[in-house]
């Protein structure tokens, strides 16, 4: 069973450019995770999806950030005209139910 | 301050020394669980804890859990350079609408010298 995978590892995207960052959960997992880390800090909650459905988007900023999970396929994590302070490493964890949560190896956004 | 704040920040020891972080909540929590980051790589899932539990042990790692104190620490015993890594703990918040974010601390970033 593979791990939570995601790419890609490495993005680098000039400001006003638009990031896709893709998430692939365990399988049999529904439940999808979107953590943001900032340098020198710890992880901060994004967003939380089940297949086709956006549960918690509290830690979404409100503008130029979406995500999303499609019944089929991986789940997506879409910044629009990125900035410089959107880089950071945002990490994705799956669960097959509330409690623990695994995470894929990130992906680092950098931006020009 | 936030949620799950750990303490100390950083931490150096030297091969064979135990290791001990500590970290504080604010909420009540369903269960608090610890990872560890290696420099520039993802989270690895360490350990669970539930709220009605004290203690945990895996292999050289415990954790111990006072929700009295709202307060968990992690030990390593005899600690090698390859512990070396920040160590988060986070915590789920209970409660109405509870959806099982977590919410991380800043970490410890601890270094084992051989």
């Known amino acids: 069973n593979a791990g939570v995978m995601q790419n890609p590892r490495h993005l680098v995207r000039r400001r006003g450019q638009e990031a896709r960052l893709r998430c692939s959960p365990m399988k049999g997992h529904s439940h999808v995770y979107w953590y943001r880390q900032l340098p020198e800090e710890g992880l901060k909650f994004m967003v939380y999806?089940?297949?086709?459905?956006?549960?918690?988007e509290s830690g979404m900023p409100k503008e130029r950030f979406s995500a999303e999970f499609p019944k089929e396929g991986p789940s997506i994590l879409r910044i629009q005209q990125v900035v410089r302070g959107d880089s950071a490493a945002y990490f994705c964890?799956?669960?097959?139910?509330?409690?623990?949560?695994?995470f894929g190896p990130g992906t680092r956004l950098t931006v020009l | 301050s936030q949620q799950g704040e750990e303490d100390p920040q950083a931490l150096s020891i030297q091969e064979g020394e135990n290791a001990t972080m500590n970290c504080s909540y604010k909420?009540?929590?369903?269960?608090l669980q610890w990872y560890r980051q290696n420099s520039g790589r993802g989270l690895v899932h360490l350990i669970l804890?539930?709220?009605n539990e004290r203690e945990k042990h895996s292999g050289r790692l415990r954790v111990t859990l006072d929700t009295s104190k709202k307060s968990s620490s992690l030990l390593i015993t005899a600690s090698r350079a390859a512990d070396t890594a920040s160590y988060f703990c986070a915590t789920d918040a209970w409660g109405s609408g509870n959806t099982g974010k977590l919410i991380f601390g800043q970490g410890t970033t601890l270094q084992v010298k051989p």
């Open positions: 999806l089940q297949k086709e459905n956006i549960i918690d």
């Open positions: 804890i539930r709220s």
């Open positions: 964890a799956s669960s097959p139910k509330l409690g623990s949560q695994y």
């Open positions: 909420t009540s929590i369903n269960n």
